[in-house]
């Protein structure tokens, strides 16, 4: 079975508008899925079938790791009134 990339709305075969959506989609097994689409413009039903996606994950940087420079001018008046105080 061929990858498939997904993408929403496609282009419907009958009338090549670009109102096609989902409204099902199942598995049978753990290789193939087959979603069944319906033209917004003509009401036109296909099944088109293929690989299930693999989610794409952006992992976020910690913020808790890094220096925010909205801290760093209390670090520096710290500092400042610990050297006053010596």
């Known amino acids: 079975?061929?990858?498939?990339?997904?993408?929403?709305?496609?282009?419907?075969?009958?009338?090549?508008?670009?109102?096609?959506?989902?409204?099902?989609?199942t598995t049978s097994g753990a290789d193939d899925v087959c979603v069944s689409i319906r033209c917004a413009a003509c009401r036109h039903t296909w099944d088109e079938s293929g690989q299930p996606a693999v989610p794409l994950m952006l992992v976020k940087p910690d913020r808790r790791r890094t220096a925010s420079p909205k801290h760093a001018p209390a670090v520096h008046a710290v500092t400042a009134r610990q050297a006053a105080a010596d």
């Open 1 to 25: 079975m061929e990858s498939k990339h997904w993408h929403f709305p496609m282009a419907c075969p009958s009338c090549r508008a670009a109102a096609g959506m989902p409204y099902r989609a």
